[in-house]
């Protein structure tokens, strides 16, 4: 069974830095694509992140040059390294992987982020 356990959330004061890691107990996890997606209160789930198995990222423009994607592929973990936190990045950050090619799309518990004073 494919499990995504997310961690490192926390609170934080704005301005700071919080790195969120995802381990996977998934068989050939590099071949996955990977995401963090996140949800405030009262909003959808949003797309936050994504790197490719190829090592291609893309990130939504509310935290581009603020937060950072990146995999091991030897320790089947993707990591989030946030800095510059405001207040509206607030919210339960998830974490998911992706192989369409076989219909597989996994996602993990949330972990919750609040940036406050």
């Known amino acids: 069974q494919v499990q995504l356990v997310e961690s490192g959330g926390g609170l934080v004061q704005p301005g700071g830095s919080l790195r969120l890691s995802c381990a996977a107990s998934?068989?050939?996890?590099?071949?996955?694509?990977m995401g963090w997606y996140r949800q405030a209160p009262g909003k959808q789930r949003e797309l936050v992140a994504t790197?490719?198995?190829?090592?291609?990222?893309y990130y939504a423009d509310s935290v581009k040059g603020r937060f950072t994607i990146s995999r091991d592929n030897t320790n089947n973990t993707v990591y989030l390294q946030m800095d510059s936190l405001k207040s509206e990045d607030t919210a339960v950050y998830y974490c998911?992987?992706?192989?369409?090619?076989?219909?597989?799309?996994?996602w993990g518990q949330g972990t919750q982020v609040t940036v406050s004073s």
């Open positions: 998911n992987a992706r192989l369409p090619q076989l219909g597989r799309n996994y």
């Open positions: 998934v068989s050939m996890f590099s071949i996955y694509g």
């Open positions: 790197i490719t198995s190829g090592g291609s990222m």
